[in-house]
């Protein structure tokens, strides 16, 4: 019996692993009371800088994020970020950058949003205090 439960738990293991290697292990196994975050730029290139200082304040907000900066397509992060669970999905491109606000996307919705960066702050933290 504890020879099976091992080799389960060594199997749940490497998963695990694998997972965190490719970058998809993250706010699911968050803790309790904390609001998550993900940025999703649109294009490393153009906005790379913008969604690190965007990642940047909302750290220092206390939102726990992660920065999605994998060389997959925008959709393929869409899609894998509604996946995993994430409270807040923030996508960011040239309208959000020339205009300085934020795309987001709350879990629990079908479609982005607009806020100015410090309203955001004001709702993660207020849903941070009602969790």
Do not use: T
Request: hydrophobic share 35%.
């Amino acid at each position: 019996m504890q020879n099976s439960f091992q080799s389960l738990n060594e199997e749940m293991l490497k998963k695990d692993l694998q997972e965190f290697m490719e970058g998809r292990l993250n706010s699911v196994q968050k803790e309790e009371g904390v609001v998550s975050a993900i940025i999703l730029p649109h294009s490393e290139e153009d906005h790379s800088e913008f969604a690190a200082e965007i990642a940047r304040k909302l750290k220092q907000a206390g939102v726990h994020l992660k920065l999605d900066e994998r060389n997959l397509s925008y959709e393929q992060k869409l899609n894998e970020a509604v996946e995993e669970g994430w409270d807040y999905v923030v996508s960011l491109g040239d309208k959000e950058k020339e205009y300085y606000y934020l795309s987001v996307r709350e879990k629990s919705a079908v479609k982005f949003e607009f806020f100015w960066l410090g309203d955001f702050i004001k709702i993660a933290r207020k849903r941070r205090h009602s969790l």
